[in-house]
């Protein structure tokens, strides 16, 4: 059974994806069936969920000058153009 293997973040999102597709193609709205929900909170009890580790500005800038453009160019060339295109964005 999934519900063994899977952390309760991962129950919650299926069930919210299962609520949304469900609630489209056969017009049922899931989360009436408290039984259910009662069991993704007793799964939840005692979860702490991690933190993802963000990289500070320094680092980033670090990676820029020194990291090759052999094999990082994809890597370096793609902030510049996610932060071109927002820039773009805000003021059209």
Same mark, same amino acid.
């Given at each position: 059974?999934?519900? !063994? @293997?899977?952390?309760?973040? $991962? *129950?919650?999102?299926?069930?919210?994806?299962? !609520?949304? @597709? @469900?609630?489209?193609?056969?017009?049922?709205? @899931?989360?009436?069936?408290? /039984?259910?929900? +009662?069991?993704?909170?007793?799964?939840?009890?005692?979860? /702490?969920?991690? !933190?993802?580790? $963000?990289? +500070?500005?320094?680092?980033?800038? !670090?990676?820029? *000058?020194? +990291? $090759?453009?052999?094999?990082?160019?994809?890597?370096?060339?793609?902030?510049?153009?996610?932060? +071109?295109?927002?820039? /773009?964005?805000?003021?059209?």
């Amino acid at each position: 059974m999934k519900s !063994k @293997i899977w952390k309760s973040s $991962t *129950l919650w999102q299926t069930y919210l994806k299962l !609520k949304s @597709i @469900i609630m489209v193609n056969n017009n049922v709205d @899931i989360s009436r069936y408290s /039984k259910l929900i +009662a069991y993704l909170k007793n799964k939840s009890v005692g979860y /702490k969920s991690m !933190k993802s580790r $963000t990289f +500070a500005r320094e680092e980033i800038y !670090k990676f820029l *000058l020194q +990291a $090759t453009d052999d094999h990082y160019l994809m890597h370096k060339e793609l902030p510049h153009s996610l932060s +071109a295109r927002a820039v /773009k964005l805000s003021y059209s």
